[in-house]
């Protein structure tokens, strides 16, 4: 079955379209990443470590990892990032640790109750480690994706969970 194409103007557009789908980063296909799946419980441990794979070593590529932070109510979560080290560019702005977070990234959600994202606290890459935070709600999502380019060392962040009462 062939196509017979008599626009010019329509092989431009369809040519046009195919360069955006292909080169396009803001286009990520979850398809050949390696799927890895972490879940820490307040119930088995109050504090830990999370890493991204291979950590201390570069991470791989094509990696889809999330890791999920289940508290009670009446708990929060608090990160610490000890390490970052994700594929980043330089924002254009040229401020100081702002990065275009296309390919590889960390981003780190709040989940509601039946684990679904209720809020971006952020998305890192770059080599800038960011402030602590501290989640308003006791359930988070971390998710790490990279690409099949520039693998770096990834990330360290030390979690725990803490009651809403002062002194935490």
Not at 55 to 71: N, W
Not at 79 to 108: M, Q, W
Not at 134 to 153: G, H, I
Request: glycine share 8%; proline share 7%; aromatic share 10%.
């Amino acid at each position: 079955m062939g196509v017979n194409v008599t626009s010019r103007g329509h092989v431009w557009g369809v040519v046009a379209l195919l360069m955006f789908v292909l080169l396009s980063p803001a286009v990520v296909s979850t398809q050949n990443r390696a799927p890895c799946r972490y879940i820490y419980n307040s119930d088995e441990t109050s504090d830990g470590v999370i890493a991204s794979p291979g950590f201390p070593a570069d991470y791989p590529e094509m990696q889809f990892c999330t890791y999920v932070l289940q508290g009670k109510a009446g708990e929060r979560i608090r990160l610490e990032f000890k390490v970052l080290e994700i594929e980043g560019a330089p924002h254009d702005s040229n401020r100081p640790c702002f990065y275009t977070c296309h390919h590889d990234y960390l981003e780190v959600e709040e989940l509601n109750d039946a684990d679904q994202p209720v809020r971006t606290l952020g998305r890192y890459c770059g080599n800038c480690i960011p402030p602590a935070l501290v989640t308003s709600r006791p359930r988070a999502q971390l998710t790490f994706v990279t690409d099949e380019t520039k693998n770096y060392r990834g990330f360290q962040a030390d979690f725990n969970f803490i009651t809403n009462d002062c002194g935490g």
